[in-house]
């Protein structure tokens, strides 16, 4: 009988994703407090979150290197330290450009979260169970977006805002120790069995690892890299608006304190993970109806696109709940979206070269997250100014209504290129990539990534 271990690795990388998103969190949620202790503009806020997000692109490159240079147990204690450190340090700021360098270096270390934990998917899991893993660590996103405004509030109102900084900021070194005690790769790992080592190693142990060529400037030629690139650029931000601004939007709104506000932001945050559970297996049932798979995707991030264009309409909402509904229909269509694009570069692009693609989605989406919070940050100031906030976010959530189907419309467009193909040398280990052009034979014979 195979063993369980790999399972106890995929908590570990689980619960990591948890304390990564209610780190992140903490700021949104003390954001009233905050802003009446620093005298912050919501210009203001929106540099801080700009800041977070420009480290946060920085971190994503930096970590990636250094994860596959100095193994995914060390890479990830390193940025598990530098966030943890970072999260504490917000308790001892003395102003706005403290603040900002403390959310920084937050970003910095966050950004090696989801690169330490899919590598060590990597190293942990056979193919057919990588999926798997990998949607439990990513419903880490959302039971820390649950996790947050069910303990944030409290601890801010019993123990202070500094302890609650200082509170969350310590359950990552206690996860890290955990961590550096318990994580080895399969062949280091004594505890593990031989038939739990041969099942993990399926998949490498009838071949060895080919050689690849290829730039990755050329990935930028293509237009299904600018598809996913661009899906990222225009939806990524809302997610990122969703988590920063939300709980401010209740205080403005409906006038919460933060001792109400962890209700509402439970029920938007727990829609996340029904919608990303359902996005998934929805394309997949799909899939095994005979669709395509690319095919499949498409339909469902339509259908998730259609979701969120209800929030456009949401200045004809007074009751709190409705608006609280329609919120988490929106969430939970963003996270079914976000399955689905993730999974399109699989789809056209052989696996050798899917994390390169990643890797340019990823940055495209964050420097949306960058751009998107200094419009929020102006409009809403604006607003103020007149007295008249709920106006500003309801024109947020109009762009917020329309930002997926836009997308989609491109995404259908730009998707059109046929597959990219990997032809391999008869022979030889060396692997080129190259696009299949209609009317023209390839130089050698290739699979599709589809």
């Not at 689980?14 to 992140?24: E, K, L, P, S």
């Not at 030629?221 to 601004?245: E, Q, S, Y």
Request: overall charge positive; aromatic content about 14%.
């Amino acid at each position: 009988m195979v063993g369980k271990h790999r399972w106890l690795i995929c908590g570990l990388l689980f619960a990591a994703t948890t304390i990564n998103y209610v780190d992140r969190q903490v700021l949104s949620l003390l954001k009233p407090l905050l802003e009446a202790k620093f005298s912050w503009t919501e210009k203001d806020y929106s540099y801080l979150v700009i800041v977070f997000q420009a480290c946060y692109v920085v971190g994503f490159v930096s970590f990636g290197k250094l994860i596959d240079r100095i193994g995914t147990r060390l890479g990830y204690a390193v940025c598990m330290t530098v966030w943890s450190v970072a999260s504490i340090g917000h308790a001892f700021v003395s102003g706005t450009f403290s603040f900002a360098a403390m959310r920084g270096l937050l970003g910095f270390g966050e950004a090696g979260n989801f690169p330490s934990a899919l590598k060590a998917v990597s190293e942990w899991f056979p193919s057919r169970e990588r999926a798997l893993a990998v949607g439990i660590v990513t419903a880490g996103t959302s039971i820390g977006a649950i996790m947050a405004p069910a303990t944030v509030p409290w601890l801010a109102v019993t123990w202070g805002w500094q302890a609650t900084f200082i509170i969350t900021g310590l359950s990552g070194f206690i996860w890290l120790a955990v961590w550096l005690y318990g994580y080895r790769i399969p062949e280091e790992k004594a505890s593990l069995s031989a038939d739990e080592l041969r099942y993990i190693r399926q998949d490498t142990q009838s071949e060895a690892a080919p050689k690849f060529e290829g730039r990755w400037i050329d990935l930028l030629k293509m237009k299904v890299t600018w598809a996913f690139a661009i899906g990222k650029f225009m939806t990524d931000p809302i997610w990122f608006f969703i988590l920063f601004w939300l709980p401010s939007y209740f205080s403005d709104r409906y006038h919460l304190n933060l001792q109400h506000l962890g209700l509402p932001l439970m029920a938007v945050y727990l829609s996340t993970s029904v919608g990303s559970v359902g996005g998934g297996w929805l394309s997949s049932f799909l899939v095994n109806k005979g669709w395509k798979s690319a095919h499949a995707r498409r339909a469902v991030m339509l259908l998730m696109a259609a979701l969120v264009v209800p929030l456009a309409f949401s200045a004809r909402v007074d009751a709190m709940w409705l608006m609280i509904a329609l919120l988490s229909v929106a969430a939970a269509a963003h996270q079914g979206w976000s399955v689905n694009i993730y999974s399109l570069p699989a789809d056209y692009f052989p696996k050798e070269i899917i994390a390169s693609v990643q890797g340019i989605g990823g940055m495209a989406g964050s420097i949306g997250g960058m751009l998107f919070p200094l419009g929020i940050g102006i409009l809403l100031d604006h607003y103020r100014n007149l007295h008249r906030i709920a106006e500003g976010y309801n024109i947020l959530f109009v762009v917020c209504g329309g930002a997926y189907l836009t997308a989609w419309c491109i995404i259908q467009i730009l998707t059109r290129e046929p597959p990219v193909t990997k032809a391999v040398s008869q022979g030889a280990d060396k692997v080129a990539f190259q696009k299949r052009v209609p009317g023209r034979r390839p130089a050698a014979r290739g699979l599709s990534a589809g």
